[in-house]
């Protein structure tokens, strides 16, 4: 399809995702994909690549496509691609640890958006002029009744799903309820490097 001068095709503007839940197969075999720190740095290669070749003419990026719903139907339910979660039973789960798995992925994931948005800003931003941010779920939750119990429970809820990736993007730490209730040491902290790195 031609683009014209403003690099638009009959008035229409892209917005470009990156990452739609379909992590390549060699990555999974390698080193398990989002289960894997190393797919931080592939990401952000990738990013690159299509930051480099396609934004002069894309001028707005979304990194990552509901990285909740990859967490959830892919490493709880098992659902999704790549159809890992804790109960073998169901025939298309592909083994998992839905106990762990999940953090270890929604912390991948943050991590890859940072580092996508970070060699965006640092090598595109001034010459190419656009946007980068991320396609957050954005479900919400009210309190089924105005009790104390009940309202803590909608901000539990919040904290761990629309929270759970957006409170990095501003401070640069998980959700205290989160924090609070996720034991044993399963939920990753950030360093503070990567902290600084996903604030803003």
């Known amino acids: 399809m031609p683009f014209s001068d403003n690099g638009y095709t009959s008035g229409i503007k892209p917005f470009a995702t990156i ?3 379909d992590t390549p197969q060699s990555l999974e075999d390698a080193f ?4 894997g720190a190393e797919i931080v740095n592939d990401f952000q290669n990738y990013a690159d690549i299509c930051f480099k070749n396609f934004g002069d003419r894309v001028k707005h990026w979304m990194t990552l496509n509901e990285p909740l719903t990859v967490v959830q139907q892919g490493y709880v339910a098992g659902g999704m691609a ?23 992925v929604g912390h991948n994931l943050l991590l890859a958006h940072g580092a996508a948005v ?10 190419q002029k656009g946007q980068v941010g991320i396609a957050l779920s954005a479900g919400w939750y009210l309190p089924y009744t105005e009790s104390a119990a009940d309202r803590l429970a909608a901000a539990r809820i919040m904290a761990f799903t629309f929270d759970y990736f957006l409170e990095p993007l501003v ?3 998980y959700p205290v309820d ?6 044993g040491g399963r939920l990753p902290t950030f360093t503070a490097q990567q902290s600084k790195m996903l604030k803003g």
């Open 19 to 21: 990452f739609h839940w």
């Open 171 to 173: 401070t640069g730490k």
């Open 118 to 127: 970070k060699v965006y800003r640092e090598k595109y931003k001034a010459s």
């Open 32 to 35: 398990g994909g989002f289960r």
């Open 82 to 104: 790549p159809g890992r979660c804790s109960n073998f039973t169901k025939s298309n789960c592909k083994g998992g640890d839905g106990i762990t798995e999940p953090y270890i």
């Open 178 to 183: 989160m924090v609070n209730n996720v034991k």
